[in-house]
C-alpha cells in the first residue's frame, strides 16, 4: 500500500503562487506516475497534472498549462505541483493520486492510490 499527503495549501491573492507537496510512503514510490487533482464547490474532480515515475514526461490540463508545473524528487518520495498566476477559478481542494506505471498514460482515470487532500484559496 502507498499512502500520500500533500501539504502547501492556503490562501493567496489572485496572481500569486503556492507550491503544493505529496509525501509518499509504503511501496516503492519510484514505481509509480503520479498526477493532481482538483475539486471545486459544486464542480466534478478534474485532472490537472501527471508525470511519469522517471519524470521524463508530464501532462497538463488546457486550464493550467504555462502556468501549473508538476516535478518529482524521487530521492525524497515526494512530487511538487508550482501553481503560478492563480485565479479564482482555481479555488479547489488539490488531491495527488498515484498509478502503478504499468498503467494507462496519461492516469486521468483508476488511480489505484488518493492523498487526503489539501484547500487552495485564490481571492481576487
Known amino acids: 500500500q502507498v499512502q500520500l499527503v500533500e501539504s502547501g495549501g492556503g490562501l493567496v491573492q489572485a496572481g500569486g503562487s503556492l507550491r503544493l507537496s505529496c509525501q509518499g510512503s509504503?511501496?516503492?514510490?519510484?514505481?509509480?506516475?503520479m498526477a493532481w487533482f482538483r475539486q471545486a464547490p459544486g464542480k466534478e474532480r478534474e485532472f490537472v497534472a501527471a508525470?511519469?515515475?522517471?519524470?521524463?514526461?508530464?501532462e497538463y490540463a488546457d486550464s493550467v498549462k504555462g502556468r501549473f508545473t508538476i516535478s518529482r524528487d524521487n530521492a525524497k518520495n515526494t512530487v511538487y505541483l508550482q501553481m503560478n498566476s492563480l485565479k479564482s477559478d482555481d479555488t479547489a481542494v488539490y488531491y495527488c493520486?498515484?498509478?502503478?506505471?504499468?498503467?494507462?498514460?496519461?492516469?486521468?482515470?483508476?488511480?489505484?492510490?488518493w492523498g487526503q487532500g489539501t484547500q487552495v484559496t485564490v481571492s481576487s
Open positions: 493520486a498515484a498509478e502503478f506505471y504499468r498503467g494507462r498514460w496519461p492516469p486521468v482515470e483508476g488511480l489505484d492510490y
Open positions: 509504503g511501496r516503492t514510490f519510484s514505481s509509480y506516475h
Open positions: 508525470i511519469t515515475w522517471r519524470g521524463g514526461s508530464t
